[in-house]
Every structure is written in C-alpha cells, then in structure tokens.
C-alpha cells in the first residue's frame, strides 16, 4: 500500500524554538507539497518541490523553509515557532503530470505555547 | 486563474438521507477533477476523480459526473451514514496550463446524525 509518512500526529513546541516536521513517501513521486489547514481558511499551500534539491514558494511562505535532499523526503522546518503557527500540516505527494491527484499523509497537530 | 468554489457548510444530514454536496470550478485549460474526504483527525484521502468533460466518477456509494457546460462537479450520495461525517474537498488538475498542482475548495462538513 503506498504511503505519506508524516513523523508525528501530535505535536507542542515552545514559542521561539526551530521546529522540523518531516514527510516521507515511498511510491518515488517527483511532487511533493506541504499545506497549512485552518479552520474557515481550507488548505493553503506552504511550499512545494518539483524534484530533489529543487523547491518553490506557494502561498503563504513566510516564516518556513523547506528542504529536500532525497527524493523520499520532504521537511518542513520553522525557523522560530510562533503561536500563529499553530495548526493543522499535512504532507502530500503526486506522480509528475496531472490527472492523478495526491496522496496526503495523516497530518500532524502542531501547538506552539 | 483556477478556481474551485464549495457550498458552504456545516451540513447536517439524518441517516438515509440524500447528500449533494455543490462545486463549480473556473480553469484556464482542461482540468481533471477530484473530491476529497478527510475524516477527523486524518490526512485527506482521494474519493473520486473525473479526468474529461461528461465522466462519473464513483467510489463508496459517491458520485459525482464531471459537467463542462456548467463547469460544476458536484458530489452526491443516494443514502448516507453515520460513518461519511467528514470534511469533503472538491479539487481540479488543470492539464492545459501545464499545472502540477491542485487547486482546493474549502471544504465542506458533513455531519450524519443517527
């Protein structure tokens, strides 16, 4: 069964700390793409990789960075965690070219205090 | 550019009960397009998609037919349980921009109640 990995479901970090959540997926997909989800605001897009060593800004990139040094894996880091960063992020992956869709992970539950 | 426009929930439905869940869509190309469920606490998960004007797609008692003279994708389900309370996303791929991406509606939450 192909999968999207995400390392934790749950997870609380201190306000000003360097945060890393990491994906990995194992159906060697090119795409991979990090979302914030809000309530009332949906899926909004962070940042996303077309391929190994490459990345691109999406949305709403201000305050993360990103980094992809295999093609499996896709981490997402926040530089200095802030309350407003707490949320929902969800990992998700896709075959190059469309028509296929993603295939997300689980999510995980960021809280910052 | 893209655009995917949900109904606005919650929407609270009784067992049995028919479910239409509205999504139209503003592409520049030809997209495909997809629903998404998310259950609580979970990731999204892919329910149906439709790839070409006059598709149905259809998994687990959902379907949905892709309209292109009204540019509209909307879910429906004859009979629901308990078990579809759920977040539901409707999405489009548009091939003709040269897109890799997904473009998400809102979501939409559905309750089912016994």
């Known amino acids: 069964d192909v999968k999207v990995t995400q390392s934790s479901r749950y997870l609380v970090k201190r306000t000003g700390e360097k945060v890393f959540l990491e994906c990995v997926q194992d159906?060697?997909?090119?795409?991979m793409f990090w979302y914030r989800q809000d309530p009332g605001l949906g899926l909004r897009l962070i940042y996303f990789s077309y391929d190994v060593k490459m990345k691109e800004k999406g949305d709403i990139p201000e305050g993360y960075s990103v980094s992809r040094e295999k093609k499996e894996r896709f981490s997402l880091i926040l530089e200095s965690a802030s309350t407003n960063q707490t949320s929902m992020y969800l990992c998700a992956s896709s075959l190059s070219g469309t028509g296929e869709g993603y295939t997300f992970g689980s999510g995980t539950r960021l809280t910052v205090v | 550019g893209n655009s995917v426009t949900q109904m606005e929930g919650p929407v609270t439905l009784s067992e049995e009960a028919f479910l239409t869940i509205n999504c139209t869509y503003t592409a520049t190309g030809y997209p495909s397009l997809f629903w998404y469920v998310q259950y609580p606490g979970e990731g999204l998960q892919l329910l149906l998609k439709?790839?070409?004007?006059?598709d149905k797609g259809s998994n687990k008692g959902f379907e949905a037919t892709y309209r292109k003279e009204t540019t509209s994708f909307h879910l429906e389900k004859g009979s629901v349980q308990v078990s579809d309370s759920a977040v539901y996303f409707c999405a489009l791929s548009d091939r003709g921009a040269g897109s890799y991406q997904l473009t998400f509606g809102k979501g939409t939450k559905l309750s089912v109640i016994p």
């Open positions: 159906m060697d997909h090119e795409n």
């Open positions: 439709a790839t070409k004007a006059d």
